[in-house]
């Protein structure tokens, strides 16, 4: 496989053409933002991290029956993927109160929800992620019905798998943002990344956060989060 030009670069990622058109290459880098890119920096070996945990995440739901991007891992930053059309829609799944719901609804973090919840932001960076209904987003021709039915199929699959998977390593999935692209025939399949940069991880025993929210927060111990969901993924250290 042939990598050719940049096709892209994102707030996390490069992505590369390759000499087949089907096909990516995604390249993570270790800047951080949050808050739609006010604040700005780098979590040293993130890059790292998020590839190689997003790749066993997209590997284990591949075996789970969800249709994923991933093809290949070539390198520890470096990932072939199916090329896609990204839908333009950030979709959340929330198991326990956090982050921007615990803040909309003026409710404290860390209470359990009876039932998984989902919502839908329009990924727009210049109009802030608005948060938007399926109807809305039927309205704006961001997906069709079918789309949305499939994508909201998967996302709660996803969520019992990944929740399982996580609880037998001592770790809460407290939430997760997901992003589904479209094959050209059209088939949805789970693109984007898995990684503590988009899921809200919170450790069982200590309720210790183990994710972005520390760089979001300033919390500190940034880097050794994110080495720690490492080597409990991967069982070897980052
Ligand atoms: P929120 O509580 O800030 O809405 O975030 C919900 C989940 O989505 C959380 O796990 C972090 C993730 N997320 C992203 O991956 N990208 C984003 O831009 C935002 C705002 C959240």
Redesign the pocket.
Known sequence: MEKRQQLYEGKAKKVFLTDDENMLIVSYKDDAT?F?GLKKGQIAGKGVVNNRMSNMMMQLLEKEGVPTHFIKELSERETLVKKVKIVPL?V?I?NVS??????RYGVEEGIPFDEPTIEF?YKCDELG?PLINSYHALALKLATKEEIETIKKYAFKINDVLKAYFLKLGVRL????LEFGRLSDGTIVLADEISP????FWDVKTGEKL???RFRRDLGGVEEAYSEMFKRTMGEKA
């Open positions: 949050a739609n950030e959340i929330r956090a982050g921007s719901f615990a803040k932001s992620d407290i939430d997760f943002k940069d988009t899921c809200r994710d972005k929210d």
